[in-house]
């Protein structure tokens, strides 16, 4: 038993010089980016994000004496968080996340109903609140750097379905792409 402790003791010994061709350098000169819309991994990454790939998917309950068309706004579930970060790398940077709602939602017959008809709210009011304009390329939310630091916000998203329209029945899905720039 004593030779394997005294072995493994001599290889720890010898580990820093079979090692010292490594070098690890942490410093961010570059700017960078990021943002992460929806629940995913996000308690669980923090900011490294959800599975690449994975939607979350918002659903727009009518509840009992409310009726299609009749004008009462519907609200959706779950409440969706949205991160943004950047880091400016010593210069000047200006951040942008941009929305695309352009393909309207369709429903199993291929009947659409445009996305302004969906409207958000969000929790913090770090990023306004708004409704999707159903264009390429709307702005969510913008932010300069002009510090040595990176700057972030975490806000939380809560959809609305206006519900001022009678659409044919359905099960409506669709899809917003969210980007983000450095401009």
């Known amino acids: 038993m004593r ?8 290889f720890l010994f010898f580990l820093p010089s079979l090692t010292s061709a ?4 942490i410093g961010i000169t570059r700017p960078f980016v990021y943002i992460q819309i929806g629940n995913g991994q996000f308690g669980v990454f923090g900011l490294f994000g959800p599975p690449i790939g ?3 998917e918002v659903t727009f309950a009518f509840p009992a004496g409310v ?3 009749d004008g009462t706004p519907i609200v959706g579930t779950p409440e969706i968080p949205i991160a943004v970060l950047g880091y400016r790398g010593g210069r000047r940077a ?3 996340v941009t929305m695309n709602s352009s393909v309207p939602l369709v429903n199993g017959n291929g009947d659409p109903l445009p996305f302004n008809e969906i409207s958000w709210t969000t929790r913090d009011g770090d990023i ?3 409704t999707f ?3 390429g390329a709307q ?3 913008s932010m300069n750097i002009a510090h040595p630091r990176g700057r972030g916000v975490i806000d939380y998203m809560t959809f609305r379905y206006d519900n001022d329209t009678v659409y044919p029945a359905g099960n409506y899905t669709g899809r917003v792409v969210y980007t983000i720039a450095q401009l």
Do not use: H, Y
């Open 54 to 56: 994975q939607v979350n």
């Open 67 to 69: 009726l299609p068309g």
């Open 94 to 96: 200006r951040f942008t």
């Open 133 to 135: 304009n159903q264009g």
């Open 128 to 130: 306004a609140g708004g």
């Open 22 to 25: 490594l070098q690890v350098q």
């Open 139 to 141: 702005t969510l939310f």
């Open 3 to 10: 030779s394997i402790r005294l072995s493994f003791l001599l």
